[in-house]
């Protein structure tokens, strides 16, 4: 994996976790919206940062593998 594509994927989880946390804090501060929809948002938010957990997971690993690969002579 090249370094530029583990970039973009670590920003993206980066952008997810961000994102999800301001929401979440957003909506426990309001009290306009019900138990339910504070539940599903919560529930949402949790599979969506441990999507990010597992995309910055694959990024660490490709490019590890990348430089291994390299390190290696053939």
Do not use: C, E, Q, Y
């Not at 339910?36 to 949402?44: C, D, E, M, S």
């Amino acid at each position: 994996m090249t370094r530029t594509d583990a970039l973009i994927l670590r920003t993206a989880a980066g952008w997810t976790v961000f994102v999800w946390a301001t929401r979440i804090r957003n909506i426990l501060g309001d009290d306009t919206h019900g138990t339910g929809f504070k539940a599903v948002h919560i529930v949402l938010a949790v599979v969506s940062v441990a999507f990010a957990v597992a995309i910055w997971g694959v990024a660490s690993r490709g490019r590890r593998r990348a430089r291994d690969k390299t390190a290696t002579p053939s």
